[in-house]
């Protein structure tokens, strides 16, 4: 049996994702070091021990990241093409396994689409992952795709719902299943990921908080706010065609358009659900989908 995970480093950890991915990992009893650049303002709860290091050198990642046995990152989408330095470096310090920046939808079956070009960062870095794997067979990864992140896209407007003009859009028909993750949820995910080494080694996991429709959610802030809101009818056919257009003149803020095309569009068949689900495997249930809409009411 392999020795314990107890070491944990967490690149990005002051961001969406990381604070959460922190607080869980502390909570489940791991030693967490959260990794900052150099002069980012980032902030940190006192009781966390923060590593400011430059991502560009593997010189300097290596020490930072000496005596760690689990890298989790989670830096921003603009950086996870930069994060081969952080393999490196986790490789040369003897870091046992690498949980790259992924956390969206399944970067590993997006090959040949438009969505898929603009995932290219991701995709190269768990492919240059892979194959450091089975060149040092002791260094080990866990992929996790989460679908999008759901209390935060509540808040951020990025799930469609709007509670201030009491507004939604609805795309296609609005009854497509859609993979959706809670943040802390996520913590919990990458907490029994690193307590079970051995179950989860090299494997990419896509996990769900829910898989809600469109149509699911609205009902639930109708019921709960007494009201009828305004539904904004959008066709994902539109969006795609709005993404490529975009794409071509090199916007990628074409990925938001050609995400709504993959994920919500009918018959898109992306919800993550009995064997295509990895919430058994980790041993994690499902979350309440209409408690978490309540609580984002309520803020
Ligand atoms: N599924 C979804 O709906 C969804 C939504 C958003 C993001 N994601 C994915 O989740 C992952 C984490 O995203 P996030 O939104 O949590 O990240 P984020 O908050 O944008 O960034 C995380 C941290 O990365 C560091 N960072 C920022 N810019 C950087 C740069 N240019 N170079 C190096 N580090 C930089 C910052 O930390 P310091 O300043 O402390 O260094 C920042 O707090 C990404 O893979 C992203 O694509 C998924």
Avoid: C
Avoid at 17 to 38: C, I, N
């Amino acid at each position: 049996m392999a020795d314990p995970i107890k070491k944990v480093a967490v690149i990005g950890a002051s961001g969406n994702l990381g604070k959460d991915v922190v607080q869980e990992l502390l909570k489940a009893g791991f030693e967490v070091t959260a990794f900052a650049r150099e002069g980012s303002e980032s902030k940190f709860p006192a009781d966390v021990t923060v590593k400011r290091v430059d991502y560009q050198s593997v010189e300097s990642l290596t020490s930072a990241l000496d005596g760690q046995d689990a890298v989790v990152s989670t830096i921003a989408t603009v950086a996870v093409g930069g994060q081969t330095t952080l393999v490196d470096a986790a490789i040369s310090a003897k870091v046992r396994r690498f949980i790259p920046s992924e956390f969206g939808i399944n970067t590993r079956i997006v090959g040949g689409t438009a969505i898929g070009n603009i995932l290219q960062g991701k995709v190269k870095t768990l492919d240059y992952i892979i194959s450091k794997s089975q060149e040092n067979p002791w260094f080990t990864w866990t992929g996790i795709s989460s679908g999008i992140f759901f209390d935060w896209g509540l808040k951020f407007g990025t799930v469609g719902f709007n509670k201030s003009t009491k507004t939604a859009t609805i795309y296609d028909s609005g009854n497509e299943y859609v993979q959706a993750s809670n943040l802390p949820f996520l913590g919990r995910v990458i907490a029994a990921v690193l307590s079970q080494p051995e179950k989860t080694a090299n494997q990419y996991l896509s996990v769900a908080s829910f898989n809600p429709s469109q149509n699911q959610i609205l009902e639930i802030v109708e019921a709960k706010t007494g009201e009828k809101w305004k539904v904004e009818h959008a066709s994902t056919a539109e969006q795609e065609k709005i993404g490529l257009d975009k794409l071509s003149k090199g916007d990628y803020s074409a990925f938001s358009n050609l995400l709504r095309r993959r994920i919500y569009a009918d018959g898109a068949k992306l919800a993550v659900v009995g064997d295509s689900s990895a919430n058994g495997l980790l041993g994690l249930q499902e979350e309440d989908l209409a408690a978490t809409v309540e609580e984002w009411l309520r803020e």
